[in-house]
């Protein structure tokens, strides 16, 4: 039981996952039992419409500086300037922040490299092979929603 709910938790096999990392989830969420509830727990809360709903309200707030089917390609980047690329659009600013799962950010060309460190971590962390659905269901006496 143990195995199936580190394993769920964890998105990946358990043979991905370091005995380190796993003793160090359960500490973190005060055991095992919040990782797993719906009531008080973890499961237990959900965002109304969906957490891309988010999203959606973030780029209509934004407008047009969201661009959508235009992944970064390039990356040039020095200590105080950094340059981000696709395919139809070039920015530069100060700063980026990169929130791609980390395995894709191979994908990018980054100039100059990434320090070595940075580019082994990014070889060492593949994303997980579990994926996940959610449904409702809506019962027929009453027509609650379960
Ligand atoms: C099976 C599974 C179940 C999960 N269940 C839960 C749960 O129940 N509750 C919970 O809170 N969390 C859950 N998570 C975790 C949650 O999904 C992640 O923590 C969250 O999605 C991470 O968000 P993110 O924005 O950091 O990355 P992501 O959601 O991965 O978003 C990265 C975005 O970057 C975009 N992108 C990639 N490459 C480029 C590029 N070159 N240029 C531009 N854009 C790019 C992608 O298209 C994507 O939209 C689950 C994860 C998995 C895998």
Do not use: K
Request: hydrophobic share 40%; glycine share 6%.
């Amino acid at each position: 039981m143990v195995t199936d709910i580190l394993t769920e938790v964890s998105t990946c096999s358990l043979s991905e996952v370091s005995f380190l990392g796993a003793l160090h989830m359960v500490h973190a969420n005060n055991g095992i039992q919040d990782l797993i509830s719906a009531e008080g727990g973890h499961q237990q809360d959900r965002v109304r419409g969906g957490s891309t709903s988010i999203l959606y309200e973030m780029q209509e707030r934004l407008g047009e500086a969201v661009r959508l089917s235009s992944p970064v390609r390039d990356i040039a980047w020095a200590l105080d300037r950094v340059t981000v690329s696709s395919h139809d659009v070039s920015v530069s600013a100060r700063r980026a922040i990169v929130a791609i799962p980390p395995w894709l950010s191979e994908r990018i060309w980054w100039d100059p490299p990434l320090p070595r460190d940075r580019a082994q971590l990014i070889q060492r962390v593949p994303s997980g092979q579990i994926f996940r659905s959610t449904w409702s269901t809506t019962r027929r006496s009453g027509g609650r929603r379960d």
